[in-house]
């Protein structure tokens, strides 16, 4: 994980094995969710499509309903390219939001991330 002033938010790109990679880190909020959904569309616009698309979210240190909603769209969009988005390392705070609104079911979730 790439170090980052405490509280920003930062997502970025890699590669691995089995497709692009997200690592997000930091706040994800009304404010910062922008940055994921920028990061998340340019990753399921390349061609050809990713078969599977992670979001590794071992460094999100804060998490509300905009992060929430934007993985949920990014899952949207990604069902019509038959990319599968896979959460990955989620925090206690993000398994939490996961766990009570329910979506966590929605995504398959990992407890680690592809080699690159």
Same mark, same amino acid.
């Given at each position: 994980?790439?170090?980052?002033?405490?509280?920003?938010?930062?997502?970025?790109?890699?590669?691995?094995?089995?497709?692009?990679?997200?690592?997000?880190?930091?706040?994800?909020d009304q404010d910062s969710?922008?940055?994921?959904?920028?990061?998340?569309?340019?990753?399921?616009?390349?061609? *050809?499509?990713?078969?599977?698309?992670v979001v590794d979210l071992?460094?999100?240190?804060?998490?509300?309903?905009?992060?929430?909603?934007?993985?949920?769209?990014?899952?949207?969009?990604?069902?019509?390219?038959?990319?599968?988005?896979?959460?990955?390392? *989620?925090?206690?705070?993000?398994?939490?939001?996961?766990?009570?609104?329910?979506?966590?079911?929605?995504?398959?979730?990992?407890?680690?991330?592809?080699?690159?």
């Amino acid at each position: 994980m790439s170090a980052h002033a405490p509280g920003r938010f930062t997502a970025t790109v890699r590669d691995s094995r089995t497709g692009p990679v997200i690592e997000a880190a930091g706040e994800l909020d009304q404010d910062s969710a922008i940055r994921l959904q920028t990061v998340l569309r340019r990753a399921l616009a390349a061609r *050809p499509a990713p078969a599977v698309l992670v979001v590794d979210l071992a460094g999100v240190t804060f998490f509300d309903s905009s992060g929430l909603n934007t993985l949920v769209q990014a899952r949207r969009e990604a069902e019509r390219q038959d990319t599968v988005v896979r959460l990955a390392r *989620p925090t206690g705070i993000v398994a939490l939001v996961l766990e009570i609104t329910g979506i966590g079911q929605v995504f398959p979730i990992d407890q680690d991330v592809p080699a690159g």
